[in-house]
């Protein structure tokens, strides 16, 4: 009896060890995933700028982010 009981405990540890690792292997993978998710649309988003640059000739300027915008507003403001 204590043979089986034994036994089944380590089959249990074992079980719950490999668990364990396929969690660990399943979010490495995730991460992996997220990544090269992210990466294609940020170069996705690139040629879709690049396209839309050569469609209109550079007719359309980049935007720049709203912080430099804001920079340079007060900038303007500060030298009337």
């Known amino acids: 009896m204590k043979f089986k009981s034994t036994a089944l405990l380590i089959a249990s540890l074992l ?12 979010q490495q993978l995730m991460g992996k ?23 209109t000739g550079g007719l359309i300027e980049k935007k720049e982010t709203p912080e430099k915008d804001a920079e340079e507003s007060e900038s303007s403001s500060n030298t009337i």
């Open 15 to 26: 079980v719950l060890a490999g668990c364990d690792q396929a969690e660990k292997s399943a």
């Open 33 to 55: 995933a997220a990544e090269s998710a992210k990466q294609a649309i940020d170069d996705t988003h690139k040629a879709a700028e690049q396209a839309l640059s050569d469609a």
